[in-house]
């Protein structure tokens, strides 16, 4: 079975410019989950889908960054424009709720690592 | 609001050595879950091991256990017989089982294996 699938890898991008990150979460998985890592730091939450709607964005900067999740499947995470600080790791988590009680783990992508000149 | 804290920025073992990393953390709810997530330098959160708060008996994974306490928030993870590849960064996380049904981390230990 195909874990979490995020793309791309690494980007590297000037200051100003805008980004989006890919992630395809785990077949049947309702609920989604974009993380933020700073270097030597826990993951923070961005935002959490439940199928298509968030339910958890307090925690994005929605002036710059935004996110969708298309017909409750893949999710992407854009951001414009990119400033210095954000450099970082970008995660996203899939799981599976029912009933309202989440009791799976978390299982996470490799990542996409941000970097802002 | 919750809050996860390890104490320990970096620790190192003598491979086949036991160690353990320390987790505090703070909430209100009596009804929550706790984690240890690994992650290598390829960057993926693997689970390690998982702990419902409404369980007495501590978890254990084969090498990893872990020490919970509820009434003094610890969950500390023991690592047996130390292996090269358990060198990563661990993350102690905790989740509500009701509401938010996100994960907080804590700020991470680097674990570093000595042959």
């Known amino acids: 079975e195909a874990g979490v699938v995020q793309s791309p890898r690494y980007k590297i991008i000037e200051k100003k410019q805008p980004v989006a990150f890919w992630c395809n979460p785990i077949?049947?998985?309702?609920?989604l989950y974009w993380y933020l890592q700073n270097l030597g730091q826990g993951p923070e939450l961005l935002i959490r889908?439940?199928?298509?709607?968030?339910?958890?964005d307090s925690q994005l900067p929605k002036d710059r960054f935004s996110a969708e999740r298309l017909k409750g499947v893949d999710s992407t995470l854009k951001i414009q424009p990119a400033e210095l600080g954000d450099s970082a790791v970008y995660l996203c988590?899939?799981?599976?709720?029912?009933?309202?009680?989440?009791?799976?783990?978390?299982?996470f992508g490799e990542g996409s690592r941000l970097t802002v000149l | 609001a919750q809050t996860v804290t390890q104490s320990q920025p970096e620790m190192s073992v003598q491979e086949a050595e036991t160690v353990t990393l320390s987790c505090t953390y703070d909430?209100?709810?009596?009804?929550?879950?706790l984690f240890w997530y690994k992650q290598p330098p390829s960057r993926q959160m693997i689970l390690v091991i998982r702990?419902?708060?409404?369980?007495?008996q501590n978890a254990t994974e084969n090498r990893f256990s872990v020490n919970f306490q509820k009434a003094a928030k610890s969950f500390s993870l023991k690592i047996s017989d130390s292996q090269l590849g358990d060198a990563a960064m661990y993350f102690c996380?905790?989740?509500?089982?009701?509401?938010?049904?996100?994960?907080?981390f804590g700020q991470g230990t680097r674990l570093t294996i000595n042959p």
């Open positions: 077949s049947g998985h309702n609920t």
């Open positions: 996380a905790y989740r509500s089982a009701r509401g938010a049904q996100k994960l907080v």
């Open positions: 909430t209100s709810e009596s009804d929550y879950y």
């Open positions: 702990q419902e708060a409404y369980k007495q």
């Open positions: 988590a899939s799981s599976l709720v029912t009933s309202g009680v989440n009791t799976g783990e978390l299982f």
């Open positions: 889908y439940e199928n298509e709607e968030a339910v958890d």
